[in-house]
């Protein structure tokens, strides 16, 4: 198990001595069996989940994920390794984190775990245990729950045999204060969770099925047609990869990764398509009614810089992090301030397919259930899954294209149209905006005023500790000093 993205994967292939796991991440366990020093080794990487979110925050397909990596070592695994980077500060925030995902295992998981400390020789000669004394108390913490078990795994190192034996060995004595006995998960969490992935791989071939279906009449009707020009909106919650999508639309890096309250709109040329991308600010995390009414105007402003209107609006939203009732809630008052018939031209945009893997994103989306659902209903089932990491995949967009050409052909040929409420709120916007201008400039002018009667100040600064300045504005003119009394 593995707290913030560093690779299990490394330090299972060096135990294991050889490349068994690969790099790419996996929102799924792996299985690897080897050798090392003597021994014949079982292990199970499990998906990692997000340094600073909460179990709460974590979708339920990485949840699942955990609890059954005990049934891939059966009857349970001897050890579980938390991997904890030693290059990183450990703080108080990691502690719930931590705890919050390793006691889906159960509480009594913590007598059969050890703290793995990792690092590309981060720390050279220094001793580990300057680094946990410099670290202080969330650490602390961590290892009074282990009973104080931990290996360092440099794996730079040229000493690997060594390590790895020394590892095992830790196991071993781990495993005799616990009388012998490997980790037993709770037997009924565990058939419960089983189940539930099971009928979840279940719901997910029938999605895509039904997906697949509905694609096809449609495309029937399109044939090879296709729009010359794209208008598209990216909306929704904080760092969901807004701009990251915006650039792997437009293949290049336009949109600059950070938090803006104005609407950007960029333009390219992409698959012989004339195609506009516009990011809306940040949905606020909290009621829509409580946000500044700025932002609110901001909002329906990214639409209008899609004049006409856009053929799509694409809902933004991360596959490895739980897609909640109250970002649901958020999201459908966003889009409240817009026309009944917005829906009919939204499409949910998955980002963080790396972190999938080779698990499709139906099963995400049927083991979270819920709220993403109910999104995904409203959409008539339109989703897309992007990688944004990954350069010159042309097929993730062409077929992101065919999908929002599907919907427009659904909607007759129609985008969606700037109606009433959102050409008076850019009215709106504007007139503030003018307002903006005139109070500026109020605000300006007796402050000129005033700089021009006292002129400018010359300070005179003393290095003497004890000498007491006063300076008194002087207007200067051509014959003129300043006028300081000193007093020491
Ligand atoms: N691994 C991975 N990281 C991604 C992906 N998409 C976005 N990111 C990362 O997620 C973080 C947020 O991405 P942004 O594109 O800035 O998100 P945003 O929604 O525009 O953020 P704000 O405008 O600040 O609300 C960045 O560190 C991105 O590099 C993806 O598909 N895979
Ligand atoms: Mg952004």
């Known amino acids: ?78 050890a579980i390794l938390l991997i904890v980077r030693t290059d990183v500060a450990f703080r108080e925030a990691d502690r719930s984190v931590i705890e919050g995902h390793v006691e889906l295992l159960g509480e009594k998981v913590w007598s059969h775990t050890i703290v793995l400390f990792t690092s590309e020789n981060y720390l050279g000669d220094t001793p580990i245990e300057l680094h946990i004394e410099s670290e202080g108390g969330a650490l602390h913490w961590l290892l009074e729950k282990c009973s ?35 980790y037993e998960m709770d037997r009924e969490i565990l058939k419960d969770t089983e189940e539930r992935k099971r009928k979840a791989n279940e719901r997910a071939h029938q999605r895509q099925q039904n997906v697949q279906k509905q694609r096809q009449n449609i495309r029937s009707q399109i044939g090879d047609r296709k729009l010359s020009e794209l ?63 700025m932002y609110q105007l901001e909002f329906m ?41 917005v829906w009919n031209h ?63 052909e659904e909607n007759k040929h129609c985008y969606y149209q700037l109606d009433q409420k959102i050409l008076d709120a850019v009215k709106e916007r504007r007139r503030a905006e003018e307002r903006a201008k005139e109070r500026e400039l109020k605000a300006q002018r007796p402050r000129e005023e005033n700089r021009a009667k006292i002129g400018e100040y010359i300070v005179f600064v003393f290095p003497h500790e004890h000498m007491h300045i006063c300076l008194k504005p002087v207007h200067i003119c051509n014959d003129n000093y300043i006028n300081v009394h000193t007093s020491a």
């Open 1 to 78: 198990m593995e707290h913030g993205a560093l690779g299990n994967s490394s330090a299972g292939n060096f135990i294991l001595g050889k490349k068994e796991f690969e790099s790419r991440r996996s929102a799924e366990c792996v299985k690897r069996q080897g050798e090392a020093a003597g021994r014949k080794i079982t292990l199970v990487e499990v998906p990692d989940w997000r340094k600073n979110r909460e179990i709460t925050e974590s979708c339920q397909l990485l949840q699942q994920e955990i609890v059954l990596s005990t049934s891939l070592c059966a009857p349970g695994p001897h």
């Open 148 to 182: 104080n078990r931990y290996h360092v795994l440099t794996t730079e190192s040229r000493h690997a045999g060594i390590q790895v034996q020394d590892l095992l060995d830790k196991v071993e004595e781990m495993v005799a204060e616990n009388s012998s006995c490997h």
């Open 301 to 341: 402003h990214s639409l209008f810089l899609c004049h006409p209107g856009p053929h799509a609006l694409l809902l933004v939203l991360r596959v490895d992090t739980k897609y909640s009732e109250m970002n649901n809630r958020v999201l459908e008052e966003h889009l409240e301030l817009l026309s009944q018939n």
């Open 231 to 293: 208008r598209l909106v990216l909306m929704g919650h904080r760092t969901a990869g807004k701009s990251s999508a915006g650039n792997t639309i437009l293949g290049r890096e336009a949109f600059e990764l950070k938090t803006a309250v104005q609407s950007e709109f960029k333009q390219g040329t992409v698959a012989d398509r004339e195609v506009t991308v516009v990011e809306s600010p940040c949905w606020s995390e909290s009621n829509v009614q409580n946000t500044a009414k």
């Open 346 to 408: 939204t499409i949910v945009l998955f980002t963080h397919e790396d972190w999938l893997g080779q698990t499709p994103i139906e099963r995400h989306i049927e083991s979270e259930g819920g709220a993403l659902h109910r999104l995904l209903e409203k959409c008539r089932n339109r989703y897309h899954v992007l990688n944004t990491k990954v350069k010159n995949d042309d097929m993730q967009v062409m077929q992101l294209f065919e999908k929002i050409e599907e919907m427009v």
